[in-house]
């Protein structure tokens, strides 16, 4: 039950909410339910929340390949699927994927993340009266209400358990209700967990982000100047064909300078990220015991699913 203090126009901007039950009292600040205190949690969770509430709010652009995107890493799902459905978000950073979703027709979209990135996807939303965010663990939600279909791209990989992250969504979707994940995949990545994790590890996502934003340029020159000189002129050469991480490389070749560097920072701030083989990643989909699951091997680097339950 919730007891407001502060509104704009419907929005409850500061208010208590008291659980009857459990006798606890969570806050909502400037709009948004918070459920989690980041003081107060496992340090490696409290670290991958400071290092990404630090990435959106600096890289706050909505790029307009965002969509297509997407549709990439939600494959088979398209756009019309949305049409009507109750939605929930696991890890909405910014809000790129919570906008899209409202855009295309969702009902309702509760999106929950664990860093400050909430006030991002709170700003980018806040005038879509069927987004609602919320700043929470998805390893404990606290959403009593089951939804029709759930998605998580990109973060289940940087939490400190992937798979009972995913199964944690999973028991927020109905019966007959469906559910897609994008994790990054081990297979084809072994010179990034040979060579950049350790890099990542000790140094990168302990550093100061703000330093770490300068530094991650030089990578950064490295990745444009191929993927914008070599990879995409060269594409379809015999040479093009055999480059290393080509399929990678010519995806991201699309993106201009801004988006790439978020792309390589994002790379390098996260303290966990596992790759997730395809036999791991298809048991996630045996434990939530999902029917009519597809899998997609995504730029030869990444794993899509998609499942109903
Ligand atoms: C790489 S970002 C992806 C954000 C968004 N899905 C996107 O693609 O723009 C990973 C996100 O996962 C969130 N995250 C990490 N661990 C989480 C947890 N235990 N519960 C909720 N969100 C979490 C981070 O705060 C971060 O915003």
Redesign the pocket.
Known sequence: MPYASKYEGSEIMEAVLSCKKCLREYKVKRGIPRF?DISNIEES?AQ??R???W??AVFDQIDEKYEEQ?LG?LQPVKPSFFEGKVVL?????????TLITAKWGAKEVVA????E?VEVAFEKTRHLPNVHIIQ????KLPLKRKFDYAF????LH???SPKE?FIALASRVKENGAISAWVYGAENNRWITTFVNPIRKKITSRMNPRLLYHLSKIPTVLVFSASKFIYKPFANTFLGKNLFYRDYMLYISRFGWREQHSIVF?HLV?P?AEYIPREEFENWWKAINAKDVQITWHNKNSWCGFGRL
Do not use: M, Q, Y
Request: aromatic share 12%.
């Open positions: 989690v969770k991958t929340a290092n990404f509430g990435e959106w997407f890493w978000e696991g890890g909405c950073g910014k809000g790129r994927h929950v993340d664990l860093s990135a929470a663990d998805i390893f998580s791209i990109g973060v940087h939490t400190p992250a994002d996260a966990i």
